[in-house]
């Protein structure tokens, strides 16, 4: 087994995970709480990687962050080089190919949280970001886990977006599913079926997980 | 300095209700306020103004020298700013945190010293010790209430907002911590305002009354006034108690009791935990009236008085009866015809014990 590609594949996953809890919680309150009415705009943005070819979604943001846009210069004057095929480059990709694994359950959970609690956690002089933290976070509990565990989830087993923006770089943007495509085209299935059982094992153990803990908050949308 | 509570608000639902309230009362020294009405009359909407958890569409609130809304000038202070205790009808205990926790959740600016002083202290006024480190859902509904109350208090709020704090509680529990949230709001000297739609609970914790009805403020008054002196005819029907009468028990025995009014002595049915003093409360179509002279009823009240009013409402009359005290009695026009009544003639009203209702009054 290749467990270079393992590692990669994991830190990817834990640092994907991660970023998003921090990205997607106030992206989530944003979506539950706004009364703006055109919402829904950015509601179906977040949804995009849901139903997007991850191939789309890895060409757009390998032109977007390559030397030829902005964003891309920007970061290849700040850092020396440029962003495609690195492990940053992929990070990048994976959260907002991850964007809406976490995004949902978060706003699920949200939405199930009773709004007379926050009114009262307001009318006791508490600050609406202290309120999130004091009230909104512990009753959500169960639905920030269930984003962050899908989220990694998800990361373990992308290919597309991988293939398009990171390449295939040893020990840098070589994961656990391009090694398996790998050992296939050399025809070692051996090899493959090892590697491919363990990402089955892992995905299955973190959904058991999620679903045991709580049936209640996953949905691919919060119910209105 | 008068704390004055002044607000003019105006809010539409389309398709349901607009609320369009004028209200101006001192609430200094700290009186209890009760907005009292039927349910969809808008007084919680009302209350929610009050708390900033709503939005007047027009309209200004001010509560003594602080200006918290004033739409035209697209100034909102929020709810956090307005130091205020607020008490939502279902409480809105928060399950995650145990009763000190929830109890001193709006208590992060003080320090842990004087945190503490003050949960012991609520804890002891509403008599929640031993309590401290339950879980809301295991506590009964007047537990829960009295957690309620405590935490809305243990800020010392400027002004407390009480929405429906007895509805959520079963009738005999209600009666009882109907007369105990009297006996606190006594003893807090906090400006208070209490949504109920219970004429009794109007009345127990009430010094002053305004009536709401399809949005707007009808009458505002002391109970008694209000409830005796309707403005109108809505607002009679919505209290619904044509006399309130202030009185005296003097003695009560085997669940009667007799209560003193201006001299007159009248039967009623005692209640559990009313003190000496009470509002006698009689509807209109209780009272009947009876012709000097005639025979026993199984009535227990018959009172003799003169007739100083009458005003007919569709196919009844209401009469009023000077009896030591003011007495309305709702009969028809046929018995008007029969009795011979006119004002200043001569009559009985008889009023059986059981439809004489005995509220405490709000003491101090």
Redesign the interface.
């Known amino acids: 087994m290749n467990w270079t590609a393992i590692w990669v594949t994991f830190q990817l996953a834990s640092l994907t995970a991660m970023a998003l809890l921090i990205i997607g919680l106030p992206i989530a309150y944003w979506l539950t709480f706004s009364r703006w009415r055109w919402k829904f705009l950015v509601e179906s943005v977040v949804a995009l990687p849901l139903v997007l070819p991850p191939t789309v979604l890895g060409f757009y943001i390998l032109v977007a962050i390559g030397p030829h846009s902005p964003v891309g210069r920007f970061y290849s004057d700040l850092v020396g080089h440029p962003l495609p095929f690195t492990f940053e480059g992929l990070l990048l990709a994976s959260i907002l190919y991850s964007l809406p694994f976490a995004v949902q359950p978060f706003a699920a959970a949200f939405e199930q949280v009773d709004r007379r609690l926050i009114e009262a956690s307001w009318t006791l002089g508490v600050s609406k970001i202290a309120t999130f933290f004091k009230l909104i976070v512990p009753l959500s509990m169960a639905g920030l886990v269930t984003g962050a565990v899908l989220s990694f989830a998800h990361t373990l087993g992308e290919f597309g977006v991988v293939l398009m923006v990171g390449g295939n770089i040893e020990g840098e943007t070589r994961t656990v599913s391009i090694d398996i495509y790998d050992e296939v085209q050399a025809l070692n299935y051996a090899g493959a079926a090892k590697t491919a059982l363990l990402l089955v094992v892992v995905s299955y153990g973190v959904l058991l997980l999620v679903y045991a803990m709580n049936r209640k908050v996953w949905a691919v949308w919060p119910q209105r | 300095m008068a704390t004055t509570l002044s607000l003019n608000c105006r809010k539409t639902f389309p398709g349901r209700l607009t609320i369009d309230a004028q209200l101006e009362l001192p609430l200094d020294p700290p009186r209890v306020l009760i907005l009292f009405g039927p349910s969809g009359s808008g007084k919680t909407t009302l209350l929610r103004c009050l ?3 709503e939005q007047p569409e027009e309209g200004t609130i001010r509560f003594g020298l602080d200006l918290w809304v004033d739409v035209a000038r697209h100034h909102f202070v ?9 008490m ?1 009808q ?1 409480y ?1 205990l ?3 945190h145990t009763v000190t926790g929830n109890i001193e ?2 208590l ?2 003080l320090s842990q010293d004087e945190r503490r002083t003050r949960v012991s202290e609520v804890l002891a006024l509403l008599q929640l010790q031993g309590l401290e480190q339950a879980k809301p859902r295991q506590l009964s509904g007047g537990q829960q209430q009295r957690v309620a109350l405590a ?2 208090i243990a ?1 010392r709020p400027q002004l407390l907002l009480l929405d429906e704090p007895l509805s959520a509680l079963d009738a005999p529990t209600r009666g009882a911590l109907c007369s105990e949230l009297r006996s606190v709001l006594t003893r807090l000297k906090i400006p208070t305002v209490v949504v109920t739609h219970d004429w009794t609970e109007a009345l127990t914790l009430g010094d002053h009354i305004a009536v709401m009805s399809e949005g707007k403020i009808l009458q505002v008054g002391v109970p008694q006034a209000v409830f005796s002196r309707p403005a109108n005819e809505t607002v009679a029907q919505i209290v619904g108690v044509e006399t309130v009468i202030q009185g005296q028990v003097s003695e009560s025995e085997n669940g009667i009791a007799t209560v003193h009014v201006k001299g007159t002595a009248i039967t009623a049915l005692a209640v559990e935990g009313v003190g000496s003093s009470v509002y006698v409360c009689v509807r209109a179509e209780d009272v009947v009236l009876e012709q000097a002279g005639s025979g026993m009823t199984s009535a227990r009240n018959h009172l003799p008085g003169l007739v100083s009013d009458m005003v007919p409402q569709g196919v009844m009359v209401q009469v009023t009866i000077d009896c030591g005290f003011p007495l309305t009695a709702t009969i028809t026009r046929g018995a008007v015809e029969d009795l011979r009544l006119v004002p200043g003639a001569s009559v009985i009203a008889a009023i059986k014990a059981g439809a004489v209702h005995l509220v405490p009054r709000l003491a101090g």
């Open positions: 708390a900033g958890l929020s709810p956090q700013a307005r130091h205020l205790g607020y939502p279902d809105a928060f399950p995650t959740y709006g992060s600016e935490r809305a800020r």
